[in-house]
């Protein structure tokens, strides 16, 4: 078998047009534009990345965009003393502190000051309580736009077996609530579990989230699974002094034997920013009391 490949590139462009037009409604109700407020400690080079990619998202979806960088000397309170005002700014509807912070920074503390109705990243412990228990609230983007390629893919996820390999409070854990959510059978693994290939090899559905290079091997693949693979590694290129991207599954071998499969690059990359976007809107939505007409 040849796995059918998970376009998450062309997912999250329709995504973003959807939030897009979205966007100009709620701009037309509520006489105002959905703003994302984005903060970024320090000089780290991926994160200023993110954030800079995340800020022309935001205004190539017709929302205001306000960014905020600060030195990566800035101490806790003044970082504190802006989310403070951001809660109480009525033109921003989402936060987003991209992690991680200089070490000087307590991150929970961060997460906790941060209004849980504009928590778009869905870090808070409130939100966290919300998934967990079955409220409304908001969701992590990345493990969020997973299950989105996988209902897209396979409908109705119910009865099925499922193993997601990480445990991070941004990925691994929110990802088993979703899909504990859809009824499915969820294990999670981690740097302890003893016998990782026999889970897998169980799996109708695998999302590897490890940040550790192709170390789910091809033949662990249960025949016809789904697998999603949130991992981004930078590795050596063959020419040397190069580098390439890949994920946390070893694709070519994976993809001989699994049902659909996503690539690294332009898989689940692309869709936390599109998910993130989602996000900011419903919160815009919930803060001026407009309806959302379209499902997002
Ligand atoms: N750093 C890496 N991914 C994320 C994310 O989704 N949100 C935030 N705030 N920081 C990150």
Redesign the pocket.
């Known amino acids: 078998m040849t796995a059918e490949i998970i376009d998450g590139k062309a997912f999250a462009a329709g995504l973003r047009a959807r939030v897009g037009q979205a966007a100009g409604l709620f701009q037309s109700v509520a006489n105002r534009a959905a703003g994302l407020a984005v903060v970024l400690v320090g000089e780290d080079p991926a994160?200023a990345v993110?954030v800079r990619s995340k800020g022309k998202a935001t205004l190539e979806a017709g929302m205001a965009s306000f960014e905020h960088r600060l030195p990566a000397g800035t101490p806790q309170e003044e970082l504190v003393a802006l989310v403070h005002r951001l809660n109480a700014d009525p033109a921003v509807d989402g936060i987003?502190?991209?992690?991680?912070l200089p070490p000087h920074i307590d991150e929970n503390a961060i997460i906790a000051a941060i209004d849980p109705d504009k928590d778009v990243?869905g870090?808070h412990p409130i939100n966290a309580g919300r998934l967990a228990t079955g409220l409304p609230g908001f969701v992590?983007?990345?493990p969020l736009g997973c299950l989105m390629l996988l209902k897209d893919r396979l409908g109705d996820l119910s009865g099925l077996d499922a193993v997601v390999i990480g445990r991070s409070n941004?990925v691994g854990k929110p990802m088993a609530q979703l899909l504990i959510r859809e009824s499915c059978t969820v294990t999670v693994a981690h740097s302890r579990t003893r016998d990782l290939p026999a889970l897998v090899r169980r799996a109708d559905i695998v999302v590897a989230a490890v940040g550790r290079p192709e170390m789910v091997k091809g033949d662990w693949i249960k025949p016809g699974a789904t697998v999603i693979d949130v991992g981004i590694n930078r590795v050596p290129a063959a020419e040397p002094g190069k580098t390439r991207l890949v994920g946390d599954v070893d694709f070519a071998g994976a993809s001989q034997l699994a049902g659909a499969i996503t690539p690294v690059p332009g898989g689940v990359g692309p869709m936390?920013i599109a998910v993130?976007l989602r996000n900011a809107l419903v919160a815009a939505h919930r803060h001026a009391g407009v309806e959302l007409t379209e499902r997002l």
């Open positions: 994160s993110y987003l502190v991209q992690l991680p990243d870090f992590p983007c990345t941004i936390t993130l």
